[in-house]
């Protein structure tokens, strides 16, 4: 069984970090991309960056237009746990944000980069973040 267990949410300042955690289990981790997206109140559930989300480059990254400089996603393979590291943090931010696992082979219908929430077939429970001015 496929779980996703993120942590690491709350509130912080805006211009503040934070630092999200992705711990994986029940699949191997090499055949999926990882995904972070992000709900905010009112909104749609929208893509924020993703890990080996390219064809044929495990590791490979991509971010949301809004969020490049902002925002790292990185992996521990040997913990299966995905990071993503926060900074200058603007009130926008503030939302529920999931992490998400899609097999690799969704690319085919889906393209790539993988940041289509439609491509990803198992989410967490979505830690809040809220921003406080």
């Known amino acids: 069984e496929v779980q996703l267990v993120e942590s690491g949410g709350g509130l912080v300042q805006a211009g503040g970090s934070l630092t999200l955690s992705c711990v994986a289990s029940g699949f191997t981790f090499d055949d999926y991309a990882i995904g972070w997206f992000r709900q905010a109140p009112g909104k749609e559930r929208e893509g924020v960056s993703c890990?080996?989300?390219?064809?044929?480059?495990?590791?490979?990254?991509y971010y949301a237009d809004s969020l490049k400089g902002r925002f790292t996603i990185s992996s521990d393979n040997a913990e299966n746990t995905v990071y993503l590291h926060m900074h200058s943090l603007k009130p926008a931010a503030t939302a529920v944000y999931y992490c998400?696992?899609?097999?690799?082979?969704?690319?085919?219908?889906?393209?790539?980069?993988?940041?289509?929430?439609?491509?990803?077939?198992?989410w967490g429970q979505g830690p809040p973040v809220t921003l406080s001015s």
């Open positions: 998400a696992a899609a097999r690799a082979s969704a690319r085919a219908l889906y393209g790539a980069p993988l940041l289509n929430r439609y491509a990803y077939a198992d």
């Open positions: 890990i080996s989300c390219f064809d044929g480059i495990k590791g490979s990254t």
